[in-house]
């Protein structure tokens, strides 16, 4: 612990219950002091149960927004430190405003959405640490001297959005010179979990906006006005008003328009609603502070004389550095992967989430898994997973189940590990540490995650004596079409790869246990074939999932996955079924065995099902369902999300596969890489280029189709050792200076 301060509350209402619609207004804090000599380094610490937005002087103290973030705050609780030493005067004030985010407002989904998930109430601790040039040290503590009041929020929440009454607006209250004379003080608690608490310096770079939008003027009907950003964001808009006092403008989100109308039917209980009233003082800018939406339309209603003089829509997520890009010479197939981007970035608000529109927007451990290894090409994701999976391992149950979402929200969640131990759900404790490692060869991602993925094979051993998990719970093959995959062979198989990945972490760190899982996984593998493939070498789930994920778990071989894979195809008009869990693995299985040309098939094929069908019919980001619309049905009713990252993981097979650039788990953080592509021989794409950073510079890849042949391009840092190989294709010519290479290929006859 860097840091120990009281923690400070101030009331603003009586406390809500978790079934209450809504909160109560924000507690406002400030706190004036003046240095007492020259400064060598001040330093802010600040925490909360809620989150905040600080200033200083006047100013935000930076530009992030919904800090702390989220974790499982009765375990540990985030705080935030801020070098502020060049921005100290002689007299100086500190300013505090709270929202209920995830700790008291509303958090879950459908009937397990409510309030108070960890607290019902706002708490905040701050220290500014002043050292001085002459040696002193000063401490200012938040504590019952720190002024308080209530102010223009009088209501925020992340799902339902903020509503703000500019009338009460406190002003400048960060100012030195404020006049806080009829300011309240704050009250000191004992922190709610205070026994023993934890609090922890956050890794996670914080959420700021990092995408700016115009929004377009689509109509206007009685003061009723519809915006289109003209992306799927998550975010806010901010606004200038001018009007009389008293007006109000209320600002809705949805991601479509139906007839021309705001849907959002699909956002369920999230009302994704902002309010303003103005106060009537000449041009008033508004931003809420408190909440963020998924959403690409607006519809600003205008009630009483106030007109709008600017809006502009902000896309926000965490801060993390940018390390990938693809494209090619399908807009189509470039198109699908911006939309995974978006969908990344749109879900990476300090914990991956599935959604950012509706009442769910949790940290579901199985789309979080299923894309991880898309997200890590496209940013640097180090420090954004090892916090998710510290926040799954606080979520692990003590029987050793990863529970299907974390951080584990309180209210009501544990029913959600009814489901227990969800295949493909739980493996985001093997799966993210690997790839992790894998991308960024840091071995103690593995120490911290590979005793929690032990508990959980504990749990599947004494669950399954026979190897088998057929116990028939999870969700399986996650929205996919036609005949589900059976349970127990979608829950052996990721045992199995739970045994595996095990395996192969003990190996890199030198863990006595790497033999026992290797064993494991061979016994699990022979259960599977004994109970599952029949003599004709089909899965008795005979679907394109239980083949994919077989032949990339070990269970099957290149040969049996030829031969059932493409008879699926066959027998489904050449159209893919996957859900969340087959997906990721459909485009690269089939090209490693042999059938590129169906990957490329199905990644430029723009009719239903498939990617290319979202990006004709407007997508900006990915749909959680193939038919989450239809030509025939519009949209779908129900559980329909458009911006659901899980089916972008195709993003992977474009950095892996069309590219081929291949991080090598021996040689981790691309101390190698192997470049492997799999250019389009069906001639549909003709070109692709794309980069990934490494640690040791750029590699960037391209090709393009002249003629009969194809010419590759590479560049990889002098530090990086590369290999290349070109299946099914013959070199005709190339050549090497320095990082730079060059082939020239043709197909194999
Ligand atoms: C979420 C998912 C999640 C799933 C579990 C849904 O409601 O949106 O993406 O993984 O439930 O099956």
């Known amino acids: 612990m860097l840091f120990d301060s009281k923690w400070i509350t101030y009331k603003t209402g009586e406390y809500k219950t978790a079934d209450d619609k809504y909160g109560n207004p924000s507690p406002y804090f400030r706190r004036s002091f003046k240095t007492a000599g020259r400064v060598k380094k001040a330093t802010l610490f600040a925490s909360a149960l809620g989150v905040f937005k600080i200033y200083l002087n006047g100013e935000p103290l930076s530009g992030e927004y919904l800090s702390p973030g989220w974790v499982d705050y009765s375990k540990k609780l985030p705080f935030i430190r801020y070098d502020i030493t060049e921005r100290l005067l002689e007299s100086n004030a500190i300013g505090v405003v709270l929202g209920d985010g995830w700790a008291v407002g509303h958090i879950g989904s459908n009937y397990t959405f409510k309030r108070n998930g960890y607290s019902d109430r706002i708490e905040f601790t701050a220290l500014i640490r002043i050292e001085y040039e002459n040696g002193e040290l000063e401490e200012i503590s938040s504590d019952k001297t720190w002024r308080a009041s209530s102010g223009a929020i009088r209501r925020s929440d992340i799902y339902m959005g903020e509503f703000v009454d500019n009338r009460l607006c406190l002003g400048n209250f960060s100012q030195a010179a404020y006049d806080d004379s009829a300011w309240d003080y704050a009250e000191e608690t004992v922190f709610k979990f205070s026994r023993n608490l934890y609090l922890e310096e956050t890794i996670v770079p ?3 906006v990092k995408h700016t939008f115009k929004p377009v003027l689509v109509s206007q009907e009685n003061g009723t006005f519809i915006y289109d950003v003209t992306q799927n964001i998550a975010g806010v808009l901010s606004c200038v008003f001018r009007g009389k006092c008293g007006a109000r403008v209320v600002i809705r989100h949805g991601e479509l328009l139906e007839n021309g109308k705001l849907y959002t039917e699909n956002l369920r209980k999230a009302e994704a609603t902002d309010t303003y009233i103005l106060s009537g003082n000449g041009d008033e800018y508004f931003r809420p502070l408190f909440t963020y939406h998924g959403f690409r339309y607006a519809e600003i209603t205008v009630e009483g004389e106030a007109e709008i003089v600017d809006i502009t829509a902000e896309a926000m997520y965490s801060d993390l550095k940018s390390t990938g890009s693809f494209e090619c010479s399908d807009p189509i ?21 599935d959604c950012p529109q509706r009442d769910e927007r949790l940290g579901w451990t199985g789309d979080a898994q299923i894309f991880c290894q898309s997200a890590m090409y496209n940013m ?13 391992r606080d979520a692990q149950l003590g029987n050793g189940v990863i529970p299907a979402a974390a951080p584990l929200p309180h209210v009501g969640f544990y029913d959600y590990t009814g489901h227990d131990a969800a295949a493909g759900w739980c493996e985001a404790i093997a799966e993210i540490p690997y790839c992790h490692y ?22 599947y051993e004494t669950e399954s004596p026979d190897y088998i998990r057929s116990g028939g719970k999870g969700y399986g093959d996650w929205v996919s079409l036609g005949t589900p995959t059976d349970l127990g062979v979608v829950s052996t198989l990721y ?18 246990e790497e033999e026992y899982y290797s064993k494991l996984y061979l016994r699990i593998k022979d259960a599977f074939r004994a109970r599952y493939i029949s003599e004709d070498g089909r899965i008795k789930s005979d679907t394109q999932t239980a083949y994919v994920m077989a032949y990339k778990f070990g269970i099957i071989d290149k040969n049996e996955a030829e031969a059932n894979l493409v008879r699926k195809f066959d027998e489904n008009g050449g159209h893919l079924t996957t859900g969340f869990l087959g997906i990721k693995f459909l485009l690269p299985t089939l090209c490693d065995i042999g059938r590129s040309d169906i990957a490329y098939r199905i990644i430029t094929d723009t009719s239903y099902p498939g990617w290319g069908y979202s990006v004709v019919n407007g997508a900006t980001t990915i749909w959680e369902h193939w038919d989450s619309y239809t030509h025939e049905n519009g949209i779908r009713k129900g559980m ?6 899980s089916f972008g993981s195709c993003s992977e097979w474009m950095f892996e596969y069309c590219l081929g650039i291949r991080p090598d788990i ?15 021989i069906t001639g549909k794409i003709t070109s692709a280029s794309g980069y990934y950073d490494t640690d040791y510079g750029r590699i960037s890849v391209s090709w393009q189709k002249n003629g009969d042949c194809f010419e590759y391009k590479a560049s990889v840092p002098q530090q990086i050792s590369c290999e290349f190989v070109f299946r099914g294709m013959e070199t005709v010519e190339s050549s090497n200076s320095g990082t730079s290479y060059f082939f020239k290929l043709k197909k194999s006859e």
């Open 666 to 680: 021996e040689n981790p953080g691309f101390k190698k890489v192997k470049l492997a592509p799999y250019m389009d």
């Open 495 to 512: 045992y199995a790869k739970a045994a595996e990945l095990a395996s192969k972490m003990c190996g890199i760190i030198g863990d006595f």
């Open 438 to 459: 894998k991308m960024y060869a840091d071995k103690k991602i593995i120490r911290d995650n590979l005793p929690a993925l032990k508990k959980l094979l504990d749990y």
């Open 206 to 208: 914080p959420i700021v």
């Open 640 to 645: 329909n999300s458009f911006n659901h990252y």
């Open 380 to 392: 640097d994701c180090r420090k954004f997973y090892e916090k998710y999976l510290a926040d799954v």
């Open 333 to 353: 197939v470039s198109k699908i992967y911006q939309n995974a981007l978006w969908g990344q970035r749109d879900n990476f608000l300090n914990v991956p989430t």
